[in-house]
C-alpha cells in the first residue's frame, strides 16, 4: 500500500489550490481517506475525509477549513483530491494524506459498546507543501 | 468542537524508563482515542486505536488506557527509538489532535 500526494507549492493569499493523493496497492474508494496538515515546527491538524463507498462517501471537514475545502474522489484513477479556496497564511503546510485499513476478526467491545477490528494499519504519504504567501 | 489538551509538553528520561502520557478531552469520547508517534522528518505513526489497541507492528511496550474523558499512553521502558512526539486523536465527533508532547532524551 502506498500514498503519493502531489499538487503542493506556491499561491498567493486568496488563491486556489487542488492537491492530489494517489493510491497503488489498494482501492481507495474502499476506505476513509483522510488529509491531514502539519505547519512548519507545529502540530497535526485533521483537515477532513471522505467515507468508503459503503459508507456512503461522505465528507466531513475541521472548522477552520469547512467553507474553503471540498474533498472528493475519482475511483477510476484511485485518486483523492483536496481542492482549497480563499487560502491564507495560516494554511501554509505540509499536506498529508492518509488511511488505515483493519486486520484481525471483527468484534464488539461490550465497554466501549461498539464493534472494532483486532488491529489497523495506517498509511501515509510524505506529504505535499503548500506555502500561501505574497 | 472537542479539544485535546496534552500534558506534560516536553518529558525528559532515560532509555530504559517509564514514560506516562497524558491527553484529556473537553467531553467525554468514550474509547474514540488514537495516539500518533511523529519522529523528525517522518508522517505520523499510528500506535493505539480506541484507547487501547495497538495498531499493527506496534511493540508491546506501547500501551494505552483510559476512556470518557482521561486517557494516557504508557512506555514501559524506553526504546532510543521512542524518542519523538506524540499526540493523541479523538475520533468521537469528527476528529481532532492534541498538541503533542514530546519525549526527549535527558
Known amino acids: 500500500v502506498q500514498l503519493m500526494e502531489s499538487g503542493g507549492g506556491l499561491v498567493r493569499p486568496g488563491g486556489s489550490l487542488r492537491l492530489s493523493c494517489v493510491g497503488s496497492g489498494f482501492t481507495l474508494s474502499h476506505t476513509l481517506m483522510t488529509w491531514v496538515r502539519q505547519a512548519p515546527g507545529k502540530g497535526l491538524e485533521w483537515v477532513g475525509h471522505?467515507?468508503?463507498?459503503?459508507?456512503?462517501?461522505?465528507?466531513d471537514y475541521a472548522g477552520p477549513v469547512r467553507d474553503r475545502v471540498t474533498i472528493s474522489r475519482d475511483d477510476s484513477r484511485n485518486t483523492v483530491f483536496l481542492q482549497m479556496h480563499s487560502l491564507n497564511v495560516e494554511d501554509s503546510a505540509l499536506y498529508y494524506c492518509t488511511t488505515e485499513t483493519p486486520g484481525g476478526r471483527k468484534y464488539y467491545d461490550t465497554s466501549l459498546g461498539y464493534s472494532l477490528y483486532e488491529y489497523y494499519s495506517d498509511y501515509w504519504g510524505h506529504g505535499t507543501l503548500v506555502t500561501v504567501s505574497s | 468542537e472537542i479539544v485535546l489538551t496534552q500534558s506534560p509538553a516536553t518529558l525528559s528520561l532515560s532509555p530504559g524508563e517509564r514514560a506516562t502520557l497524558s491527553c484529556r478531552a473537553s467531553h467525554s469520547i468514550s474509547g474514540h482515542l488514537a495516539w500518533y508517534q511523529q519522529k523528525p522528518g517522518q508522517a505520523p505513526r499510528l500506535l493505539i486505536t480506541?484507547?487501547?489497541n495497538r495498531a499493527a507492528g506496534i511493540p508491546d511496550r506501547f500501551s494505552g488506557s483510559g476512556s470518557g474523558t482521561d486517557f494516557t499512553l504508557t512506555i514501559s521502558s524506553l526504546d532510543p527509538d521512542d524518542f519523538a512526539v506524540y499526540y493523541c486523536?479523538?475520533?468521537?465527533?469528527?476528529?481532532?489532535f492534541g498538541q503533542g508532547t514530546k519525549v526527549e532524551i535527558k
Open positions: 471522505i467515507r468508503s463507498k459503503t459508507e456512503g462517501g461522505t465528507t
Open positions: 480506541d484507547a487501547s
Open positions: 486523536q479523538q475520533r468521537y465527533i469528527w476528529w481532532t
